[in-house]
C-alpha cells in the first residue's frame, strides 16, 4: 500500500468515527421513554462540526486542508462525546422558561433520597430558569408528572449529600471528575432541589 493510499484511509477511518459520533448524538437520546429531547447548545454543535469535519476528511483534498480538521477534531468530538455519555445514564426533562421567558428543556441528572427526588445544578442556572417554587412538569420513565422544585442553598449539608449522591450514581461524573471536568465535591455555587410533587395531585401536566 503507498504512502498515498495510507493517508486516504487513514482520513476515511476519522471520517468513520466523526460520522458515529455525530450521530451517536442524537441516537442516543432514543434509549429514553417518552418523548424525544432534542439536543442544544454544545451538544449540537459539536455534532454539526464532527459531520463538516468528515466531509473535508472524505474529500482527502487539499491535504493541508485534511490535516487542519485532524487537529481541531477534538473541539467537536469534546461536546459530542460528553453529551452521548451524560445521555447514557437516567436523565430527565424539566420543562421550564428562561429569563426571555422561552420554553427550555432542562436536562439534568437525578437522585432519589428517602425524602424525595433530587437536582443538583449551579446556583446561577436554577435563578436564571426560576426554578425554586415554580410549578412544572418533569418528564421521568417515560412519564409527564408536575412537581415544584423547593431551592436548597443555605443548608450546606444536605446539597454536599446530593452532589456526593450525584457522583456515586453516575460513572460520566466520576469519570469527568478524575480529569478535572465535573466537581466530584460540591462548590460555592452548587444548589439542590427536592421536586415535591403539586400539592392538588402530581398528575401529568
Same mark, same amino acid.
Given at each position: ?163 456526593? @449522591? ?38 401529568? @401536566?
Amino acid at each position: 500500500m503507498t504512502e498515498t493510499h495510507q493517508r486516504s484511509l487513514f482520513f476515511a477511518v476519522m471520517a468513520a468515527i466523526l460520522i458515529a459520533v455525530s450521530l451517536g448524538v442524537f441516537a442516543i437520546r432514543l434509549i429514553h421513554a417518552g418523548p424525544y429531547a432534542m439536543p442544544h447548545g454544545g451538544a449540537v454543535y459539536g455534532a454539526v462540526g464532527a459531520i463538516l469535519l468528515a466531509g473535508i476528511l472524505l474529500a482527502s483534498r487539499p491535504r493541508w486542508l485534511c490535516w487542519m480538521a485532524i487537529a481541531i477534531s477534538p473541539v467537536a468530538l469534546f461536546p459530542a462525546l460528553y453529551s452521548i455519555m451524560g445521555e447514557s445514564e437516567e436523565v430527565i426533562s424539566l420543562y421550564a422558561t428562561d429569563t426571555n421567558n422561552n420554553p427550555v428543556d432542562l436536562r439534568l441528572w437525578i437522585v432519589d433520597r428517602e425524602d424525595g427526588a433530587w437536582l443538583g445544578m449551579s446556583r446561577g442556572k436554577a435563578i436564571e430558569h426560576s426554578l425554586d417554587g415554580s410549578r412544572l412538569a418533569m418528564l421521568r420513565h417515560g412519564q409527564s408528572v408536575c412537581v415544584v422544585p423547593v431551592l436548597f442553598d443555605e443548608d450546606r449539608d444536605t446539597v454536599k449529600a446530593i452532589h456526593q @449522591m450525584k457522583v456515586d450514581k453516575y460513572v460520566v461524573a466520576r469519570m469527568a471528575g478524575s480529569i478535572g471536568l465535573y466537581p466530584l465535591e460540591a462548590t460555592n455555587t452548587t444548589v439542590v432541589l427536592r421536586l415535591d410533587p403539586c400539592p392538588d395531585s402530581g398528575k401529568a @401536566m
